[in-house]
């Protein structure tokens, strides 16, 4: 019986990494494609955010929402990996609520560079960074009570670190101006599907597995 509940405990998180780690490259793979295809857009001066409009644009749409269920799945996955009393709600609900910025995020309308600023490009800039910023929170409160466990304290230096990156990263991006606007935002957007992506492979190791 001790054997089947582990056996049951440790496919759980291997289900829910397996299912964040699909996520994430189908969003990877769909947001790489639509920038390509888009010829009237270059994409070190336009933000990812004014691809959800025009050419192809549904499909990045969809590529949202795919990223928020994987964010979801994956909070799920570390909630039921990390032991009782060596575990917090918070990280997960994080995710959750940055998986709804980006649910709003593509659905909002941006504002447009020669265009007056409208409610719905408000409320589209305000789920993005909302979202951007309970991502990068989340990543660092997941790393963290990574520390308080034996299996998951290898990883802890590793995703620590790399979670601080994207939250400075997030604030340099905000803060600072000094490069393409586009080129700013995905190298920031780059660093965090770089740990969402670490991640989820750690939940679909075995335990004990500690190879990066």
């Avoid at 990068?136 to 997941?142: E, G, W, Y």
Wanted: proline share 4%; charged share 10%.
């Amino acid at each position: 019986m001790t054997r089947q509940v582990q056996r049951h405990d440790t496919a759980r998180p291997h289900r829910f990494g397996a299912m964040a780690l699909i996520g994430i490259w189908l969003f990877i793979v769909v947001a790489v494609a639509v920038q390509c295809l888009r010829t009237d857009l270059h994409w070190q001066e336009a933000p990812l955010s004014f691809y959800l409009l025009g050419a192809w644009s549904h499909w990045l749409q969809v590529a949202y929402f795919v990223l928020a269920a994987a964010l979801c799945a994956l909070g799920a996955g570390y909630y039921v990996a990390l032991p009782g009393g060596r575990r917090s709600a918070a990280p997960w609900l994080l995710f959750a609520c940055a998986g709804i910025g980006l649910c709003v995020t593509a659905l909002a309308h941006s504002n447009l560079p020669g265009h007056a600023p409208t409610l719905e490009g408000w409320v589209h800039g305000t789920a993005a960074q909302a979202a951007f910023l309970c991502v990068t929170v989340a990543m660092l409160l997941q790393s963290w009570w990574m520390r308080a466990n034996a299996r998951w304290r290898a990883r802890f230096p590793v995703a620590f670190a790399l979670a601080w990156l994207c939250f400075v990263a997030l604030w340099v991006d905000v803060l600072w101006r000094g490069m393409p606007r586009g080129l700013e935002q995905r190298w920031v957007i780059a660093l965090i599907l770089a740990w969402l992506l670490l991640a989820a492979s750690w939940l679909m190791k075995r335990p004990g597995d500690n190879t990066l």
